[in-house]
């Protein structure tokens, strides 16, 4: 009898261990990494965690000095999340090492040429743009980029994913959700 309790006992701890095993590849496998620089967030976090109840979003910001050359330094040394939020054009041999190029994307058809012509880097485009404000010192109120990490393999639904939020981010609900004030021009086609 004791030992038909110890082989029920093995058996629901192997059952127990596989079903952890599959929630927490599942929370990996949609969980998308957001590296964000640029201003607040927290109401454009909400709308995507409403729009896609099934991603899970894991957010770092970085608040400190310095800015753009910190989070230049997170995407060099492959340190940066899944999608990329900055108020500036990386360098171009960040785009191209570290960047996924994105122009064969339908999303990116749905911006003006003309700022895509400003993001381009060699005929193609790693960044897309928000909305913009004309302050002083900002052109553009944000600028986002896909990792380049998620082509590797085995991060096929993280793709996935993050190719969804792109092109919610190229919708004109997207752009606005950016956006805390009004944005004074929006970047997509056909909308003035």
Known sequence: MVEVAQKARIVETIMLS??????????????????VTAGEVDDFIEV?????????FEVSYYEGENKANYLESLV???EAGDIIFHVKKFNNQICKEKLLDLSNYEF????????????????KIYQLVGPLNFLP???FSSTWALNKKLCEKGNEKKLQNALKVMSFLSTLEGQKSLQKVNPQLFVLKGID
């Open 48 to 56: 995507l965690k409403k729009k896609f109840p099934e991603i899970y």
């Open 137 to 139: 010192s900002i052109g």
């Open 108 to 123: 990116s058809a749905k911006f003006n040429e003309s700022i895509l012509h400003l993001m381009q880097v060699e005929g």
């Open 18 to 35: 596989t079903m952890m095993t599959s929630i927490v590849t599942n929370y990996q496998l949609n969980t998308l990494k957001l590296t």
């Open 76 to 78: 060099e040394n492959d």
